[in-house]
């Protein structure tokens, strides 16, 4: 991606003149994990939280980490440093390196590591002000939902599927249980109070998402971590997402219906605000 800098096992330069081993386990297996970290101000948003999750990503895969999480932090900075950007992204990503094409480990793995700064996604001002749509799927993925996997097929069909009939994210469901979006996690707000999936197997704990919900209960509002059915969806008095590019991004349509009155909800509202204001609170030294 131009004008992106990256760093690839110890090798420095622009993103699009890295090269990876077709013989890399992540290309031929997507036998990898992975991390997205945002960057406020030249300094990365919870970069302590991301990694401590891509430990736990690495060992649920039994994937050794070529160095300790500090390396990895040491790497963060160096790099944000070097890509001269106040604003960006960093994509983290971790595989169990090149290797002869064989379904089992290899004797002597040596991991591929890439980091990569990029300018951050943004989000057109319309859908912030207006609030988004989801299109409800069926979750055909594997049972290890709570591992930041880049074995995302899946989750690409899912996003897919959604685009085509105009929403803006795709919402798993379960054997009739809301999980997550494709690349999000979901709340509603009843009568109320905030309620979020339970992070079980069946989704991954997202950074934003424990955030959001310690502000939340900062700011007194009731938050419930429980099984959500589906056709709980229609009694929802507001909705939105969050993920670390989305933040807290409001929902007011679901399968086409609208979402209470179909504006955005005052809870998602004052997250929202709540969110920006303690940026510089979480913020990485």
Request: glycine share 8%; charged share 25%; aromatic share 8%.
């Amino acid at each position: 991606m131009e004008g992106c800098l990256g760093w690839l096992n110890g090798e420095i330069g622009p993103l699009e003149e890295l090269r990876v081993s077709a013989d890399d386990r992540g290309f031929l297996f997507a036998d990898g994990i992975y991390e997205v970290i945002r960057v406020y101000g030249s300094r990365p948003f919870l970069l302590q939280e991301h990694l401590l999750r891509l430990a736990r990503s690495a060992e649920g895969i039994q994937l050794q980490l070529p160095f300790p999480l500090q390396r990895f932090a040491e790497i963060t900075h160096e790099m944000i440093e070097r890509a001269g950007l106040a604003e960006a992204e960093v994509y983290l990503q971790v595989t169990r390196g090149a290797a002869p094409r064989l379904l089992s480990f290899p004797l002597s793995p040596a991991p591929t590591v890439l980091l990569a700064v990029k300018p951050p996604r943004s989000l057109p001002a319309e859908e912030r002000k207006r609030g988004v749509s989801l299109a409800t799927v069926p979750d055909d993925r594997w049972r290890h939902c709570d591992l930041k996997s880049i074995a995302l097929l899946p989750n690409v069909l899912a996003a897919e599927q959604a685009h085509r009939v105009g929403a803006h994210e795709a919402l798993f469901v379960r054997d009739g249980l809301v999980a997550e979006g494709a690349s999000s996690n979901f709340f509603l707000v009843r009568q109320g109070t905030l309620i979020t999936p339970l992070a079980d197997w069946r989704i991954l704990p997202g950074v934003t998402r424990a955030i959001v919900l310690q502000l939340a209960r900062e700011e007194g509002i009731p938050t419930e971590e429980r099984d959500i059915p589906a056709s709980e969806l229609c009694l929802a008095e507001e909705s939105f997402l969050t993920s670390t590019f989305r933040e807290v991004l409001p929902v007011t349509r679901i399968d086409g219906s609208l979402v209470g009155d179909g504006l955005i909800g005052t809870i998602s509202a004052a997250l929202f605000t709540v969110y920006h204001e303690g940026i510089q609170r979480f913020l990485s030294t």
